[in-house]
């Protein structure tokens, strides 16, 4: 199982990156795909999550309006598309892929805080916002 990330860089303030998260060794349709985020000396916080079999994408409120979140399932590849960056977005951002347990959505805000829970990782991409 892998999940690679890429199109992490340094940007200025206000200026856009895309990061791509490439999915193999598992049925990618299966599971919801997670992108999260860790500045130095924070918590690890859930952005944003995409589930095709469900249908839907989910944003967290710091990120809702300048993020788009999206999924290419013949490339098992889910992007991220970050426009209008702030420095608050500098952080290493990781992809992660969660399998829905019993009844509960795969793809849902209250699994931002459940980073713990996910199923896979990928090693994550640096992003650098400077003012």
């Known amino acids: 199982v892998q999940l690679v990330e890429s199109g992490g860089g340094s940007v200025q303030a206000g200026g856009s990156l895309r990061l791509s998260c490439a999915a193999s060794?598992?049925?990618?349709?299966?599971?919801?795909i997670y992108w999260f985020r860790q500045a130095p000396g924070e918590k690890r916080e859930g952005v944003s999550c995409?589930?095709?079999?469900?249908?839907?994408?989910v944003y967290a409120d710091s990120v809702s309006g300048r993020f788009t979140i999206s999924s290419d399932n013949a490339k098992n590849t889910v992007y991220l598309q970050m426009n209008s960056l702030k420095s608050d977005d500098t952080a290493v951002y990781y992809c992660?892929?969660?399998?829905?347990?019993?009844?509960?959505?795969?793809?849902?805000?209250?699994?931002?805080?459940?980073?713990?829970?996910?199923?896979?990782w990928g090693k994550g991409t640096l992003v650098t916002v400077s003012s």
């Open positions: 060794g598992f049925t990618f349709d299966d599971f919801a």
């Open positions: 995409i589930s095709s079999n469900e249908g839907i994408a």
């Open positions: 992660a892929a969660y399998a829905a347990r019993d009844y509960g959505l795969g793809c849902a805000s209250t699994m931002f805080v459940k980073h713990y829970d996910m199923d896979y």
